[in-house]
């Protein structure tokens, strides 16, 4: 399909949390390098979001086990003839190396930038809803009217204090993703279900639509199976339930 819309649903807890850092590294790699003060204020935002969602105690300890399991899923697959051998040593390597960077960094991800009293103080207020303007946050409204360069240099120093974090975020994403291959299924009256092998657990799910079509998927599952629901959009409506057939490109991504 040429205009394509892709819709990714996660099964279980640590791949939501990375898909969620994902698109907040997004986010702030989108804003940071731009000139108008909305968008440093947007990055700003994006940024907090990451450092509360480090600020769970075992969020290190899950991405140090999730790189373990890729790496002890790659190398069963070493000795198989048609594997690329160069290509695997190589994503070996990069795991192995991000997974020492995780292990040397002390204390939780992200404390530092969590101590740091200027960005603390617009995590507080942030909480209240229209509660960063000049009155409430000063020296916040002093720092958007600083210089473009010096906005955006501030934004890259805290972002390289989250480089591991993002760095093993894209890396197990990456891997997740591509361990699989899109295939075309049909949604029988708009409706799908499958079950799902215990043993070997799927993480998450790829939902490709075509774009022309004025409808969305909702998605709800387990480690068991799951269910693909196709609704209707019409303007001026509330979304219904599709009762046609619908084809549509399905990935199961696991190791």
Request: a positive charge.
């Amino acid at each position: 399909m040429s205009d394509t819309l892709l819709y990714e649903h996660p099964l279980n807890e640590r791949t939501r949390t990375l898909l969620r850092l994902s698109r907040l590294f997004e986010q702030i790699e989108h804003y940071a390098d731009r000139e108008e003060r909305v968008c440093s204020r947007m990055a700003v935002q994006a940024l907090l979001d990451i450092l509360a969602i480090l600020a769970r105690p075992d969020i290190k300890g899950e991405l140090i086990k999730q790189l373990d399991q890729q790496a002890k899923a790659l190398q069963k697959v070493a000795l198989n003839p048609d594997v690329d051998q160069v290509r695997l040593q190589r994503i070996l390597n990069d795991l192995g190396r991000t997974a020492d960077r995780l292990h040397a960094t002390k204390g939780q991800l992200g404390v530092k930038l969590r101590r740091n009293e200027f960005l603390s103080a617009i995590s507080q207020r942030l909480t209240i809803p229209g509660g960063s303007f000049e009155f409430d946050l000063p020296q916040f409204h002093f720092w958007l009217h600083q210089p473009g360069e010096v906005r955006r240099r501030d934004l890259r120093a805290w972002l390289e204090e989250l480089s591991v974090v993002r760095d093993t975020t894209d890396l197990v994403l990456g891997l997740l993703r591509n361990a699989s291959l899109m295939r075309q299924v049909t949604a029988r009256q708009g409706l799908y279900q499958k079950s799902l092998d215990s043993q070997r657990p799927v993480e998450l799910i790829q939902v490709a639509l075509d774009a022309n079509l004025r409808l969305f998927p909702e998605i709800s599952g387990s480690r068991h199976r799951f269910t693909i629901r196709f609704m209707s959009v019409e303007e001026s409506e509330q979304p219904a339930a599709v009762d046609g057939n619908v084809i549509f490109g399905l990935k199961l991504c696991l190791f």
